[in-house]
């Protein structure tokens, strides 16, 4: 939140396609993170970064691919091998200059497999 | 590896009780603990953070939290609950030598008025 966009907020697939979900921020932060929310199961990571041209698999990465171009910059694209794709996806970013800080969410982007 | 588990799906309160929702973590390293509370369809706020110190943390809106180490626990509290912090609230935890961060299944809260 403040200073996190994610975008679209709602989105619609068909089965099939890829879609890539965008998250950009503004606050000079080193370390994003992707997140999938399903009911009951909590937050999974499904990849995150450190730096710039640097990623790493979380839990749930099969299907997914990201990258890292720009520090503002770190897209999620869901490909057509993620079978369960619907479900609500966060954004997260921390600055490990500190190494204590919290981690700040975007607002979401809610993705439907139609 | 690294996990946080959060026993109860829901915790019901009325208003003006002591609330508490319960973490258990295990991590290889340091654990640095947190607590977010999420509202529907929106992300997730930070309210409370132990990285170390003093075992019992406060937080936003009247929050407080207990480090126990010999338990590996982070249990979060609030002495007198309010209809608004009726909400999903997650337990989240880092290795100190890590950049991954684990969140638990997350406990809804309901508080009756």
């Known amino acids: 939140d403040g200073g996190i966009t994610q975008s679209p907020k709602y989105l619609f697939r068909k089965e099939g396609q890829n879609v890539t979900l965008s998250c950009e921020q503004n606050l000079n932060h080193d370390a994003m993170y992707w997140y999938r929310q399903d009911p009951g199961q909590g937050l999974r990571l499904i990849y995150y970064s450190q730096i710039v041209n640097d990623f790493q698999k979380g839990d749930i990465a099969e299907g997914y691919s990201v990258s890292r171009e720009k520090k503002e910059s770190f897209p999620l694209t869901v490909t057509s091998a993620q079978k369960n794709p619907t479900a609500f996806y966060l954004c997260a970013t921390r600055t490990p200059q500190r190494d204590s800080t919290e981690a700040f969410f975007g607002q979401g982007t809610r993705l439907t497999v139609v | 590896a690294q996990s946080v588990a959060q026993p109860e799906d829901q915790v019901n309160v009325a208003e003006g009780n002591p609330l508490t929702v319960k973490c258990t973590y295990s991590v290889s390293g340091n654990p640095y603990l947190f607590w977010y509370v999420q509202y529907p369809n929106r992300g997730l706020q930070f309210l409370l953070k132990y990285i170390t110190g003093d075992n019992l943390v406060k937080g936003s809106y009247g929050f407080e939290a207990e480090f126990n180490k010999s338990q590996t626990s982070f249990h979060l509290k609030k002495p007198s609950a309010l209809v608004s912090d009726s909400a999903l609230y997650f337990c989240?935890?880092?290795?100190?030598?890590?950049?991954?961060?684990?969140f638990g299944a997350g406990t809804t809260v309901t508080v009756r008025a």
């Open positions: 989240a935890v880092r290795d100190g030598n890590d950049y991954k961060l684990s």
